[in-house]
């Protein structure tokens, strides 16, 4: 079946520090691949999308790559803020509209 | 436009009440989805709907129902509440498999 596995947090970093989520997924076919944040108390938004192999998504300096080869949508920034704290969630999207979502990393960005 | 919203924001039932979890949007999406989000485990569908009066199961339907009489209405249903149903409840709605709009979560405990 289809899933998605996230490296596990939390992840906890000094401000302008590089961030690397790693997330690496199973499905059949071709899906669509998601990365997804939620801020504390609040509920998801997208961050940025991908929907074909070596597609890259980018988004308020955050960027991930659709890697057919290594199944894998890694989350990037170069330097992350004290804002960026929040939850990361990586997704895979399938036929009938619905996502797979993975277990979330909690991000920590220090001042 | 308001997107997705939903009530209330926080509820806490007995076991064996029962309530209603309600999720309304105003962009017209045909498809909408209610979530529940336990710590660690990211986001299991519970239902979903393509349409008025179309549902489907997702992957954990048991001890809940929803209907979809309107576009913009979905709400769940909680018969007979367990603590095994404690958790964050997340609604969403997409116009296509592309992108999905989350509201901000009801917080439910059940004691």
């Known amino acids: 079946g289809n899933s998605v596995t996230q490296m596990e947090g939390p992840v906890t970093l000094s401000e302008e520090a590089f961030l690397t989520i790693n997330c690496t997924y199973t499905a059949t076919g071709y899906p669509s691949l998601f990365w997804y944040v939620q801020y504390p108390g609040e509920g998801l938004q997208l961050l940025l999308k991908?929907?074909?192999?070596?597609d890259k998504g980018s988004n308020k300096g955050f960027e991930a790559t659709y890697r057919k080869e290594t199944t894998s949508f890694h989350l990037e920034k170069g330097s992350v803020q004290v804002s960026d704290s929040a939850v990361y969630f990586c997704a895979l999207g399938t036929n009938g509209n619905k996502l797979v979502f993975g277990a979330g990393t909690i991000l920590r960005v220090k001042s | 436009n308001a997107g997705v919203t939903q009530t209330p924001k926080f509820r806490i039932l007995k076991i064996g009440q029962s309530m209603t979890l309600q999720c309304t949007q105003d962009m017209n999406h045909n498809y909408m989805y209610w979530y529940r989000q336990d710590p660690g485990m990211g986001l299991k569908l519970i239902y979903y709907s393509v349409g008025a009066g179309i549902t489907d199961k997702g992957e954990v339907p048991n001890g809940y129902n929803v209907s979809r009489s309107t576009t913009e209405d979905f709400p769940l249903r909680l018969e007979l509440a367990a603590p095994s149903q404690t958790s964050v409840y997340f609604c969403a709605s997409s116009l296509s498999y592309n992108e999905q709009f989350f509201g901000p979560g009801t917080r439910l405990t059940v004691l």
């Open positions: 991908a929907t074909k192999a070596d």
